[in-house]
């Protein structure tokens, strides 16, 4: 194989690597196995050093760029150009990033910066013919379509969360901190504040087990005990645009085409009827659970279990049974 | 204040009738065409700033077949202004790279303070047309904003950028790219009286030969992704109905629960 496969490693405000970082880390190391071929990973930071050490337990080499304008500005822009200068100079088999807003951010940046053709949000990834083969579930859910770059031109790939399992190497790799090339020059964008909300505990798109509530939920009120549910299976509190519109959760545990798409063990849904928007965000999640009083309800369609039944009333029961297990 | 929204006609998912055709484009006429969801939360908050501003204007700029007329005529009775469709046989089958520049190409052609795209389209999920269009155009680029304030007197923008802890405040001098989300607000509907109104509305369809782009290099002929095949995901099993008492409902839950050993 020619050509190394490249991860574009996403850094948050405090300078942590993004969980979906190694994920995708995971992916770039067995499809550079399976080509025969090299995976590296790309860091850029004010202070790189714990993102770039943390990426290298997953990658064999990481390059590091320690570029001040991190702090305070926008930070898919910053890396994105310092990324396309290592990646120019490189000839890739493939450039990957995450799924998420900033993956996104960098993937539509580096694809106008250096010209390149991207897959996007793939649900899978094996390397073919000297090049990647990219699953994307398409049209809510409904189809499956596998994607390549033509004649073998090399390009850039957004990878889901929950794709593979993160698993570190057998050996940390090799970390060199580079200064920063001003070889594209892209506007920047100041971050002039930072407001902090109260987050959810636990990120849904992390979460093993999610029990969501909808509108049937009521109120405020009503996601305490979809919260005591949650808490009672280790899981993380999710919602319908419907629960989110209404102010009784924030958006951030949004699930659905506008909200996120998640992939838990559990999906455990209250008073949520399974519209489409909703179902695209999380049908393919491995057990499916609905309570809802309306035997016709969509979820019916795709849930594995349904009990038909007032939320409340069989919430509390299934409380009562957890707690009885316990 | 002059506002261009990204708009992209994709087929209605709510119908749940998309097909790919046998060359594994989208059949486009398998089903009724809207606004791309994510787009009309973008096209509300630019009515919004543009009503405010008390003058001004909202252009939609759609590349899209032939038919994007009748779904753009869907925006400009929300209260958009004109619209500009980018349309031409040979953009048929285009990839990322042919759609980012022939937006480019059309917003090279227009005057605006803002540019606004949406999230993602629900029929390519990707999420990256905005990022390459202002990389393009050497526009300042601010993602995943749930609030929007230009400011004319500075003449930059600002913007409440969804962070995994909260939000980020980014500013920028205008013109600039932002690409919004649905915490924007909800769209309105189109009024009859806005129904009525956009009859009488300018769509200007633009060629690539209007926008002075060549088709050889661009559209479907220089796609640099093929679809290599389409299968059904994995039908999930029967769905089990459980009706009774509450405790029975819950007997039932548990049991699947251990069964999978997720308990
Ligand atoms: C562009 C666009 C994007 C969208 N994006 C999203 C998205 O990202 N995520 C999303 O979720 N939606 C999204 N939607 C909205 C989606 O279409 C649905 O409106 C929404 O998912 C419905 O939420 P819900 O299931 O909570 O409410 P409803 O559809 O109103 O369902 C409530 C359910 O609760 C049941 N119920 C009521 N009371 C009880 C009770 N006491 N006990 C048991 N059951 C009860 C009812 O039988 C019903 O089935 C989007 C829509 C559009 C147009
Ligand atoms: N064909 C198109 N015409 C107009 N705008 C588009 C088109 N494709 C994408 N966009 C814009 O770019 C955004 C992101 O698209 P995508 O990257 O394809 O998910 C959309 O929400 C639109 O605002």
Known sequence: MAGTIWVVGEVGADGSLAKLSIEVATLAR?????AGG????IVVAADPSGAAAELARYLPRVV?????????????????????????????????????????DVAGTLMALLDRPA????????????????????????????????????GIVTVRPNVVTAEPAATP????????????PLPLVKVVDRIEEAAAALPIEEARVIVAGGRGVGGPEGFQLVQQIADALGGAVGATRAAVDSGWIPYAQQIGQT?????????????????????????????????????????????DLVVVGDLFEVGKALLEELGRRA | MKIVVLTKPVPDPAAAAERLGPDGRLD????????????????EAALKLVEAAGDGEVILVSMAPPNGIETMRKGLAMGAHRG???????????????????????????????????FDTSDGVGGVIGAAVATKLGLPYLSSAARIEPDTASGTVRVRRISPTGFDVLEAPMPALVVGTQLLGEPRYPSLKGIMAARSKEIVTKSLADLGLDGGSIGGAAARTTVTGQEKPPARGATKVVRGTPEEGAKAIVELLAARRLI
């Open chain 1, 30 to 34: 067995s499809l550079a196995e399976a």
């Open chain 2, 28 to 43: 486009r006429s398998a089903s009724p065409s809207v606004i791309n969801g994510n787009d009309e939360y973008a096209l």
């Open chain 1, 64 to 104: 590091a760029v320690a570029e001040p304008a991190a702090d305070g500005h926008a930070w898919a822009q910053v890396a994105a150009q310092r990324a396309a200068a290592i990646l120019a100079a490189e000839s890739p088999a493939a450039v990957l990033t995450g799924a998420g807003p900033d993956g996104r």
């Open chain 1, 173 to 184: 790799g090799a970390v060199e901190i580079r200064a920063p090339e001003a070889d594209f």
């Open chain 2, 84 to 118: 500009v469709l980018v349309t031409d046989p040979a953009l048929a089958g285009s990839d990322y790279g042919s759609t980012v520049a022939a937006l480019v190409a059309a917003l090279r052609q227009l005057e605006y303070d803002l540019v606004f795209a949406g």
């Open chain 1, 259 to 303: 909200g996120k798409i998640v992939k838990p063990q559990l999906y455990l849904a209250l008073g949520i009827s399974g519209a489409i928007q909703h179902k695209v965000g999380m049908q393919t999640a491995g057990t499916i659970i609905g309570i809802n009083r309306d035997p016709d309800a969509p979820i019916t369609e795709f849930a």
């Open chain 1, 38 to 41: 090299d995976a590296a990973g």
């Open chain 1, 119 to 154: 897959l996007v949000n793939a649900t899978a990834v094996t390397w073919e013919g000297g090049g990647p083969s990219v699953q994307m579930s398409v049209f809510g859910g409904k189809l499956v379509t596998t994607s390549t770059f033509t004649d073998g031109a090399w």
